[in-house]
């Protein structure tokens, strides 16, 4: 794809506060699920799935995730890796696609993936995390932000980390309120991020628990924004504020995870695109008055056909209602 957006237009410090970000999540926030949540939420930015500098610059397979329809800017693509001269390589392949900027991810704890030195495993290696977005200022012209976590046992060098982060060149942080010891166990802490704020220059964003817009706005405080993960699989509707937009009929949920699974469809072969698609299911049923029923039924479709008559079964069933809050 040709470059379709000017990459200079953006900085993460001219841009209109709260930030809203549809967080990066491997398997799920794919070109097709960012049209989804596009096309409901005007302003919120999108972030790629999670993905390897190392199989970027090597595997043609995979720089098909750098593909994208314009609809989606402001776009950004999540990287991890180790090695500043690949994410050097990787950046400037992801400028001359348009792509609005670079996002590395400091903060997965995977233990394959800290493993092999990247994801949490940065939050130890101070110069190399400060290495890898210089490599990636002195290749590109692309804005960088770090998504990163309090820290690996405690939060108490997140302060340091992030301050050296911001003199490497990051444009902005996002902090998801666990340590890597945590993973995603527990309830997610933003007291350190509150504080790490007062310290930072750049844009800081929160992450971690945020259940829909209105739930990260009561936690926003001195923040410039924040991140909507897990609570955002299948559930499009979580970047409205529910005070300007009503909640979503079933008949309406069900007419968009169609759309949305055709979308999904066109990138898939069928069978894997009925498979995957799974995933998205539980949030799209939810709430409907034989949710678990027809969950049970559509993870048992084996065919595109089967998958479609099911779904259009839930629609004309189910009470054209909105769902509770």
Same mark, same amino acid.
């Given at each position: 794809m040709k470059k379709t957006f000017p990459n200079h237009a953006m900085r993460w410090s001219e841009v209109k506060r709260p930030i809203v970000c549809l967080a990066p999540m491997d398997g799920v926030t794919n070109s097709a699920y960012r049209q989804i949540v596009r096309s409901l939420n005007? &302003? /919120?930015?999108?972030? #790629?799935?999670? %993905? #390897?500098?190392?199989?970027? /610059? @090597?595997?043609?397979? $995979?720089? #098909?995730?750098?593909d994208y329809n314009p609809c989606e800017h402001p776009f950004f693509m999540q990287l991890f890796g180790n090695s500043p001269e690949k994410f050097a390589e990787a950046s400037r392949m992801v400028e001359d696609r348009g792509?609005?900027? /670079?996002?590395?991810?400091?903060?997965? !704890?995977?233990?394959?993936?800290?493993?092999? @030195?990247?994801g949490s495993a940065l939050m130890k290696d101070t110069d190399t995390a400060c290495r890898i977005i210089e490599s990636i200022r002195n290749a590109c012209k692309l804005e960088v932000s770090v998504k990163t976590r309090l820290g690996w046992t405690d939060h108490k060098n997140l302060i340091n980390f992030a301050k050296s982060l911001e003199s490497a060149g990051a444009s902005m942080l996002t902090i998801h309120g666990r340590t890597y010891n945590q993973a995603f166990k527990g309830q997610a802490y933003?007291?350190?991020?509150?504080? $790490?704020?007062?310290?930072?220059?750049?844009?800081?964003?929160?992450?971690?628990d945020v259940r829909d817009y209105n739930d990260g706005m009561k936690r926003l405080g001195n923040l &410039?924004?924040?991140?909507?993960?897990?609570?955002?699989?299948?559930?499009?509707?979580?970047? @409205? &504020?529910?005070?300007?937009?009503? $909640? !979503? %009929?079933?008949? @309406?949920r069900i007419e968009v995870a169609l759309e949305h699974f055709y979308l999904f469809r066109s990138f898939k072969k069928e069978i894997?695109? /009925?498979?995957?698609?799974?995933?998205?299911?539980? #949030?799209y049923v939810n709430g409907f008055r034989n949710a678990k029923e027809w969950r049970n039924r559509l993870m048992q479709c084996q065919d595109e056909n089967s998958f479609v008559r099911c779904m259009k079964e839930i629609q004309l069933l189910e009470p054209p209602l909105a769902l509770a809050g």
């Open positions: 005007r &302003d /919120v930015f999108l972030f #790629s799935e999670f %993905t #390897s500098v190392d199989g970027l /610059v @090597q595997n043609e397979f $995979l720089r #098909s995730r750098m792509i609005w900027g /670079v996002d590395i991810n400091m903060g997965c !704890p995977s233990k394959k993936i800290v493993h092999s @030195q990247h933003w007291e350190p991020i509150y504080e $790490l704020k007062k310290h930072l220059s750049i844009p800081l964003i929160g992450n971690g &410039d924004g924040f991140m909507i993960g897990r609570a955002a699989i299948g559930n499009p509707w979580c970047f @409205q &504020d529910r005070r300007k937009y009503p $909640l !979503p %009929t079933h008949f @309406q894997v695109a /009925v498979k995957e698609f799974r995933k998205y299911l539980g #949030s």
